[in-house]
């Protein structure tokens, strides 16, 4: 990337001095969402020196919003002295609760068109290449599947003409091996692209949005001890073990101060456990930004994970289900088979609301999303999305039945059983045993609960 500065090499003559800031927008539109229909969505130029021709060049900034990526950074740097430009793309929002790994099969050359978001904290591997690129190895980037693998071909072939004077034993293997990576983008037989972000914030298109991808699986996780330290997140160190005060919390609303997560301005959350019929405590948090109006919930469960998980499967015959009330935890996805609709684990957080909500924000998330709206759209994409969001109002108004299923395999996720304390005739709920990946995902394989008392005195 170009650096910023005002320098003026002097002799050359071909430089220019450096000029001011474009005027920036204001500060309640910083991060607009990206749409190929705002015309007020301008990029930020900023005159920079070229780190090729000591001249001067251009760089533009575009700050913008993408649904299941916060805000980014998009920059881009051209000089038209020598001709050399270099693009980026950087977070600019937090790092997320949680890591995410994409599991990528790639089958056919439309697959190799799909978006990539891959930040500069994200691990990209090809399995079946033994083909790793390391974190913090690239700057960030905004492309596509095929644009990742021509990008990785550049870096091998930059030092392949030193290496090739030198007589180097390398350069013949690494010539080999561009040529493997050359095949893989003409999809002559499946590999499989993995991108692992531990600070959850790259993406990977889903071309057949809503409906589920079975060539993609996305996988949320807990950092380790070292991707904390790699990404500079502060460790909280335990305190000294001391028996709190047992306290009522019931009946008080507590508050803290925080930021919101909209415009970053001092805010307060408001947070209260609430006891829910037939099923267990729960955390309800609430957040109201004073400075931009910006609203927002999350349900926490307040015990422990279950057991076993929870499958809920409710027949939707009648408008007045769209009433019952309903908890969905961050481990709880949801399936509507009529719409061969599927929502993934972590997707809209924890809520509790009730079913016409949910359905709703289901709406929202599916339809405004901005890969597969403006101009550079698939028609055929389109036509989908309008008739999921016709068939969805239709459930919603009770004009169509469905079957709404929610699996938690946390067992912390509850739809409302109008009938209590009887049983409901177009409600199933069945308890399983969780399989050894759910649990994985849970990180409750890694966890020993029993004798590790024992365990710690023989270590010391």
């Not at 009730?354 to 550079?376: A, C, M, Q, W, Y």
């Not at 108004?397 to 709404?404: L, P, Q, S, T």
């Not at 304390?421 to 020993?448: A, C, H, I, S, W």
Request: hydrophobic share 30%.
């Amino acid at each position: 990337m170009a650096a910023s500065g005002l320098w003026n090499p002097g002799p050359r003559g071909c430089c220019r001095p450096s000029s001011a800031l474009a005027p920036p927008p204001a500060a309640d539109h910083l991060f607009r969402p990206i749409s190929a229909e705002d015309e007020e969505q301008q990029p930020t130029e900023i005159e920079s020196l070229c780190m090729n021709c000591y001249c001067n060049g251009m760089t533009r900034l575009l700050l913008t919003k993408i649904p299941f990526f916060r805000e980014i950074i998009v920059s881009s740097f051209s000089c038209e002295h020598c001709g050399w430009n270099n693009t980026e793309i950087q977070s600019a929002g937090r790092v997320q609760d949680q890591g995410v790994r994409y599991t990528l099969t790639v089958r056919a050359p439309e697959d190799m068109n799909r978006e990539v978001v891959k930040t500069d904290s994200a691990t990209t591997r090809i399995p079946e290449l033994d083909f790793e690129i390391p974190a913090f190895s690239q700057k960030g980037a905004l492309t596509t599947v095929e644009g990742l693998i021509t990008r990785a071909i550049s870096g091998l072939e930059q030092d392949q003409p030193a290496r090739r004077a030198n007589k180097d034993a390398t350069a013949e293997r690494i010539d080999e091996f561009i040529v493997k990576l050359k095949e893989l983008k003409q999809v002559a037989s499946p590999f499989t692209l993995i991108i692992d972000d531990p600070s959850g914030n790259s993406f990977v298109e889903n071309p057949h949005a809503p409906q589920k991808d079975d060539s993609l699986v996305i996988t949320h996780y807990n950092r380790t001890q070292h991707q904390k330290e790699m990404l500079g997140l502060q460790v909280k160190e335990e305190a000294p073990a001391e028996k709190p005060e047992e306290e009522d919390l019931r009946n008080e609303v507590l508050q803290f101060n925080t930021n919101c997560p909209e415009c970053n301005a001092p805010a307060q959350t408001n947070m209260k456990l609430v006891q829910i019929p037939h099923f267990k405590e729960v955390i309800i948090m609430a957040t109201n930004c004073e400075n931009c109006g910006h609203r927002t919930n999350e349900v926490k469960s307040g015990g422990a994970v279950e057991p076993l998980g929870t499958r809920i499967t409710l027949h939707i015959t009648d408008p007045s289900d769209m009433t019952r009330d309903l908890l969905k935890s961050e481990t709880c996805s949801v399936e509507i088979p009529e719409l061969e609709f599927e929502l993934g684990m972590a997707v809209l957080g924890g809520k509790f609301t009730t079913l016409e909500g949910l359905l709703k924000d289901i709406r929202e998330l599916v339809t405004k999303n901005p890969f597969t709206l403006g101009d550079s759209s698939n028609p055929c994409q389109k036509e989908r999305l309008q008739e999921f969001s016709q068939k969805m109002d239709q459930i919603i108004e009770g004009n169509m039945k469905a079957h709404f299923i929610m699996d938690d395999p946390a067992g912390n996720s509850y739809l409302q059983n109008v009938y209590a304390p009887e049983d409901d005739p177009e409600m199933k709920v069945e308890r399983y045993k969780r399989t050894f990946d759910q649990n994985e995902e849970l990180g409750l394989n890694d966890m020993k609960t029993e004798g590790y008392e024992a365990g710690l005195a023989s270590q010391r």
